[in-house]
Nanobody, 126 residues
Framework: QVQLVESGGGSVQSGGSLRLSCAASPYTSSRYCMGWFRQAPGKEREGIATISENGLATYADSVKVRFTISQDNAKNTLYLQIDSLKPEDTGMYFC????????????????????WGQGTQVTVSS
């Protein structure tokens, strides 16, 4: 099973930026999708960005312009660049791995992912 460790969260002011990282071990070509999920206080976990092993990205409509998902295969690392942070971006951000063979654009539903990190907290103040 893939082990995932997130980092890069913190407390920032509205309008700021953060780059979250997720170190994956072991990193194998059989992991079809990687993704970032967010869970705000009192809310369900939501998929915000996913990426296929071929680098095709999918975003939730609410984050399309401000969030960028990327991966560095050489460093076994997944990234999430978050710009123009808003207070409603506050939450725990989780990295996940999963998907299925043949997927082109990875789904954002949590049910498609079977390996999860512990999360990194992002807090945005106004």
């Amino acid at each position: 099973q893939v082990q995932l460790v997130e980092s890069g969260g913190g407390s920032v002011q509205s309008g700021g930026s953060l780059r979250l990282s997720c170190a994956a071990s072991p990193y194998t070509s059989s992991r079809y999708c990687m993704g970032w999920f967010r869970q705000a206080p009192g809310k369900e976990r939501e998929g915000i960005a996913t990426i296929s092993e071929n680098g095709l990205a999918t975003y939730a409509d609410s984050v399309k312009v401000r969030f960028t998902i990327s991966q560095d295969n050489a460093k076994n690392t997944l990234y999430l660049q978050i710009d123009s942070l808003k207070p409603e971006d506050t939450g725990m951000y989780f990295c996940a791995a999963g998907g299925y063979q043949g997927v082109r654009y990875c789904p954002t539903g949590a049910q498609y992912f079977n390996s999860w990190g512990q999360g990194t907290q992002v807090t945005v103040s106004s």
